[in-house]
């Protein structure tokens, strides 16, 4: 099956500091979403992206849904110490039988 | 509060054991899901059900079954456990099939000697 290319891995950053990560595919597809997983938890959708050159927030969260429908984009601003977790994006393909394929998730870790 | 709730957190079975890995949702949801989340690879599909009785192949169905006897129940079997099936799995529910509003479970680590 197929599989969305996240971007970086892990990131090990300094509490205030902001946060970008992207995800990319070789495909189109018509949805995007991101989730957080927290450490012994199951995923938990953030944002969900449903138009192309769409930017949606959720507090210091912002998502955008890339104009080429093949990528999409997740910024923190000003990290605070319970952003630590597992993040990763999901899409729905543009044909295909709607099933949700995640990306590989980007682990991000506040360093003291 | 809706919730997903799987019987286990961790799990540790020999190889070639039968495993049973239940999950329960109070939401009157439709479609269930299973997954499995190895580091590196993300969240990938096993199997899902959209409906009591019936179950689709996810990506990487072999080496497992599931069964969907009522509608909030959804189980994975591993009908002879490897080592190569040691991993986190994942419980999800959803109304829709595309899954906008997915609630996952909290995870059973799973661990075969």
């Known amino acids: 099956g197929q599989q969305l290319n996240q971007s970086p891995q892990s990131m090990f950053i300094q509490e205030g500091e902001d946060v970008s990560m992207n995800c990319t595919s070789s495909s189109i597809f018509n949805t995007w979403l991101w989730y957080k997983q927290d450490p012994g938890e199951g995923p938990v959708l953030l944002i969900a992206?449903?138009?192309?050159?769409e930017l949606t927030s959720n507090g210091r969260l912002t998502a955008q849904f890339g104009i080429t429908r093949k990528d999409s984009f997740l910024n923190i601003s000003a990290s605070i110490p319970s952003d630590v977790g597992i993040y990763f994006c999901?899409?729905?393909?543009?044909?295909?039988?709607?099933?949700?394929?995640f990306g590989t998730g980007t682990r991000l870790t506040i360093i003291p | 509060d809706v919730k997903v709730t799987q019987s286990s957190r961790y799990l540790v079975k020999r190889t070639g054991e039968k495993v049973f890995l239940e999950c329960v949702q109070d939401?009157?949801?439709?479609?269930m899901f299973w997954y499995r989340q190895d580091p590196g690879l993300g969240l990938r599909l096993i199997y899902f059900s959209y409906d009591v009785k019936m179950k689709e192949k996810g990506d990487i169905p072999e080496g497992y079954s599931v069964s969907r006897e009522k509608k909030e129940r959804f189980s994975l079997i591993l009908e002879s456990a490897s080592t190569n099936q040691t991993s986190m799995y994942l419980c999800a529910s959803s109304l829709a099939l595309g899954g906008r509003m997915k609630f996952f479970g909290p995870g059973t680590r799973l661990t075969v000697l």
């Open positions: 999901a899409g729905i393909p543009r044909f295909g039988n709607e099933k949700l394929t």
């Open positions: 992206l449903y138009k192309a050159g």
């Open positions: 939401m009157d949801h439709e479609n």
